[in-house]
């Protein structure tokens, strides 16, 4: 995978720019042209911030038009209750609008957008929770991915979204524990035997939501509470010794309480699938849907070597395939 060294004029700059944010301006291209390949790309790559959403529907019951409701209260009457809500979730969208509309010219807001269609959580829980879920998002873009898949496994909003807050050792629930492995981490592979897919089996997923037991989250729509908070209660949590399939060298996660999953987390980021999977799906993001022999060989494999070299920082991926 070599350095671009090619033309470096309008039409290629314009294409840098179009795949890396949501619209940039003519002024903006040119400025790309005049400044280079590489200062451009290491100027995208320069994470940017943005306000939290603000109070603006007449329905908010709790903060005055103009502040933020991000780690407010809910109102004690039902009613008020749900027209708070729905008035946070439109201020919610029009935020998200706004960021991608008024952007500085950078990848933050493509890569919000990468992720969250990678974890797809949907805007259901609460406004506050979505809210803080999308700002995980976007403090770790650029990231660190291990530590983000770690984040995100005990987020308030994922735990309800796919029902981690109900898995317990009484009634384990798989919901999650097959994603993480499916679409959140190694990918499904192509079935081979019964309940194998070639980088995990039915097993993993069952000791996986053994591992997961345990989390609950509570503060949803409080009246006293600023914000959903996730937390661990070990009389709910599996705690014995759960042993993975030959995918994972047959590894026994031993049990370790509130550090369970993140040790799970570890041995399964230890295959080197994990990366093929990730910058499998970056390139059909940013360059196109078609992977060949070619490219898997040319670039999908030297991608996921820098994913592992740099122990999954995403910033050097993304630095290697831009330019």
């Known amino acids: 995978m070599q350095v671009y060294t090619g033309p470096w004029t309008k039409a290629e700059a314009a294409h840098l720019l179009r795949r890396t944010t949501f ?4 002024q903006q291209i040119l400025t790309a042209v ?8 290491n100027s995208i790559l320069q994470m ?5 959403p603000l109070a603006y ?30 008035a946070r979730f439109k201020s919610l969208g029009a935020w998200i609008a706004k960021n991608m509309n008024q952007e ?10 990468f992720w969250q269609n990678h974890f797809g959580v949907t805007a259901t829980a609460e406004s506050r929770a979505m809210y803080h ?14 530590q983000l898949m770690k984040d995100v496994t005990i987020d308030p909003a994922m735990l309800l979204f796919l029902n981690g807050a109900t898995n317990n050792v009484y009634s384990p629930n798989e919901n999650y524990a097959r994603e993480l492995l499916e679409l959140f981490s190694i990918g499904k592979g192509n079935q081979i035997a019964t309940g194998d897919y070639s980088t995990y089996t039915e097993a993993d997923v069952a000791a996986g939501a053994k591992i997961l037991t345990g989390f609950t989250v509570s503060g949803i729509k409080s009246s006293t509470a600023t914000q959903a908070t996730a937390s661990f209660n070990s009389l709910l949590h599996d705690n014995t010794s759960k042993t993975l399939s030959y995918h994972f060298n047959n590894q026994v996660i031993t049990g370790a309480g509130a550090n369970e999953y993140a040790n799970y987390i570890d041995v399964i980021f230890s295959q080197p699938h994990v990366a093929q999977f990730i910058c499998s799906k970056l390139y059909r993001y940013f360059v ?10 040319d670039v999908i494999d030297v991608l ?6 740099n122990n999954y920082e995403i910033l050097p991926v993304l630095q290697q395939l831009l330019t």
Do not use: H
Not at 23 to 26: F, H
Not at 48 to 52: F, G, I, K, L, M
Not at 304 to 309: D, Q, V
């Open 48 to 52: 940017s911030t943005v306000d939290q």
């Open 34 to 41: 005049s400044n280079g390949m590489n200062a451009t790309v």
């Open 57 to 86: 529907d007449s329905g908010e019951a709790v903060v005055p038009q103009g502040t933020t409701w991000v780690n407010a209260v809910y109102p004690t009457s039902l009613t008020l209750v749900n027209q708070t809500e729905s």
């Open 23 to 26: 619209g940039a301006s003519n």
């Open 304 to 309: 996921a070597l820098t994913f592992i070299s």
């Open 288 to 297: 196109n849907y078609d992977i060949t022999p070619t490219i898997q060989t």
């Open 133 to 146: 879920f999308l700002d995980l998002l976007r403090q770790n873009a650029l990231g660190n991915f291990k």
């Open 104 to 113: 500085q010219l950078c990848i933050a807001e493509k890569m919000v957008f």
